[in-house]
């Protein structure tokens, strides 16, 4: 693995890559899925599966706000904000088995060998990002983690994945994304950075066609791209 040119040489240097988290360091979407029906069920929500994975990607600050409007809710942004936030932290802290997605260890050793930085760029609160690299004892390996919370817009804006360039010291050029999500990789090709879609089969139904390209396993991800 990670040996050879592969098909996508650069013209420019690489810099850093950059993660989602959920679906792409940790097949974390069914927690989320699980949370989300539990809290839909305690307020009579009707939401249907193709609706719920149209919100992967999207903070949840986000989601609420457009869950009250379509679905005429009358409870608070922030109660619905904080007791989703609690129940979140609780199952990831618990969850069992929890492991870092196949691959993505060896892949985070080669990009590091390589002298690239690497970031977090997550939609989820700060808080579950740094519970789950943890609980994944993979806290070291990320130079500068970016939530969900940190910026005014979610993903799909392109907001995330700016921020994190800036802390990276790097140009949108100098990055590559790895996502999950359609939300994602809209936002990260909005940056103007590479995209690899990283096809995970537990988050949902996904349009990753906006993509560079689709991998759906780390060692598919050649030298030639880390160059
Ligand atoms: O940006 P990431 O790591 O894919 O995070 C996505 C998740 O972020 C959470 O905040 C949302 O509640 C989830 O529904 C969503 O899927």
């Not at 932290?89 to 060998?113: C, D, H, Q, V, Y």
């Amino acid at each position: 693995m990670l040996t050879g040119g592969g098909d996508m040489m650069r013209n420019r240097e690489l810099k850093a890559v950059i993660f989602d988290m959920d679906g792409v360091l940790i097949d974390s979407e069914p927690i989320h899925f699980l949370v989300e029906q539990k809290l839909f069920r305690q307020f009579g929500l009707r939401i249907t599966e193709e609706e719920q994975h149209a919100y992967v990607g999207v903070p949840m600050k986000e989601m609420w706000k457009l869950i009250r409007t379509r679905h005429s809710l009358t409870l608070s942004e922030e109660q619905l904000l904080a007791g989703h936030k609690e129940q979140l932290i609780a199952e990831f802290s618990t969850a069992e088995p929890f492991e870092a997605m196949e691959g993505l260890r060896e892949l985070l050793s080669e990009i590091k060998n390589r002298g690239l930085k690497t970031a977090v760029a997550s939609s989820s609160p700060r808080q579950l990002i740094e519970t789950v690299l943890a609980r994944l004892r993979l806290t070291p390996m990320f130079d500068v983690i970016v939530s969900g919370e940190e910026v005014k817009q979610g993903k799909p804006s392109p907001d995330i994945f700016i921020e994190a360039a800036s802390l990276l010291q790097a140009t949108a050029g100098e990055c590559i994304v790895i996502e999950d999500s359609c939300n994602g990789v809209r936002a990260a090709k909005s940056a103007g950075m590479e995209c690899i879609g990283f096809y995970n089969p537990n988050s949902g139904n996904q349009d990753l066609s906006g993509a560079d390209r689709v991998i759906r396993h780390f060692s598919e991800i050649t030298g030639g791209e880390l160059q």
